[in-house]
């Protein structure tokens, strides 16, 4: 099912509901610099920050980083071990603050891949969280698209054989439901930095009506004006969701 029109935002033109980015670019920013990747990885997680605030100015409900995805796991050991003293550095002490500020935080993804100690830690920020009223940030972490779409499948596939669904009642509304992302809106944009334009495997069956803007800016360099600036990018789209034009 298409998305409805948004209406106006606080700049006057149409703000997405749901913006989704892929983070890209923290390797190379750090190579450029002559530093270790986790100095890129750090970098990042400053730019998340301002993404997140600008998210919230702008009046964007739901913010979503693809923060770690399922083949991140093939790097290298020690990159993966840095990646994920990073997390547990943020979801210790930043969790906090976003709390006070009324942001709701929750997790999609293979997040048992972490280990159990990291998992109590997304399952209590979750809970934490999870009155907040304000900007939900959706942290999709050891996350794969075709991976989502399997495991919703499997799923649906239990709840026919267990006779709780018949099959003919199957559509595309009930199979959503079964999605990591379920009761979500899809995202109205995507976003990619570092001049790459692939979707590797991000929100592969969300993104059908989505509107698409690739930024040349490593993620590491990614702040408030680039925001703004892909908001005017989307605002300025013709949104037919597969209708005639107007």
Same mark, same amino acid.
């Given at each position: 099912?298409a998305?409805?029109?948004l209406?106006e935002g606080?700049?006057?033109?149409p703000? +997405? ?10 390797g190379?920013?750090?190579a450029? $610099? ?7 990885h750090r ?16 009046g ?5 980083l ?10 290298? +050991?020690? %990159? ?5 003293? @990073?997390l ?9 603050e ?11 993804? %293979?997040?048992?891949?972490?280990g159990?100690d990291?998992? *109590?830690?997304?399952? $209590? ?9 304000? !900007?939900? @940030? ?5 996350? &794969?698209g075709?991976?989502?779409?399997? &495991?919703?499948?499997? $799923? ?5 054989r =267990?006779?709780?669904i018949?099959?003919s009642?199957?559509? %595309? ?5 079964? @999605? ?5 809106? =899809?995202?109205? @944009?995507i976003?990619r930095?570092?001049g *790459?334009?692939r979707?590797?495997n991000?929100?592969?069956w ?8 690739f !930024?040349?800016v490593?993620w590491?360099?990614? =702040? *408030?004006s680039?925001?703004?600036s ?5 605002a ?5 969701? &597969? &209708?005639?034009?107007?």
């Open positions: 099912m998305p409805k029109p209406p606080k700049g006057g033109f703000v +997405p509901s749901h913006v989704a980015i892929i983070m890209d670019g923290n190379r920013w750090a450029m $610099r002559g530093l270790p990747r986790i100095a890129g970098a990042g997680a400053d730019a998340v920050s301002r993404c997140l605030h600008a998210a919230r100015d702008a964007v409900d739901y913010l979503t693809y923060a770690f995805s399922s083949e991140n796991w093939r790097r290298g +050991p020690a %990159e993966v071990a840095d990646l994920t003293s @990073l547990r550095y943020y979801l210790r002490y930043k969790v906090a976003l709390h006070r500020e009324n942001v709701r935080i929750c997790f999609i993804g %293979e997040t048992e891949r972490f159990q990291l998992v *109590e830690e997304l399952e $209590r920020t979750e809970r934490l969280t999870a009155g907040n009223t304000g !900007l939900t @940030l959706v942290l999709a972490l050891s996350y &794969g075709r991976a989502e779409i399997a &495991g919703a499948a499997r $799923r649906l596939a239990e709840a026919v =267990d006779g709780k018949e099959p009642a199957v559509t %595309e509304d009930v199979f959503s439901r079964y @999605l990591l992302t379920a009761g979500m809106p =899809d995202p109205d @944009l976003v930095t570092s *790459e334009h979707l590797s991000f929100l592969l969300q993104s059908a009506y989505s509107e698409f803007v !930024l040349d490593l590491p360099d990614f =702040d *408030e680039h925001f703004s892909m908001l005017k990018i989307y300025s789209r013709e949104r037919r969701f &597969g &209708g005639r034009p107007g």
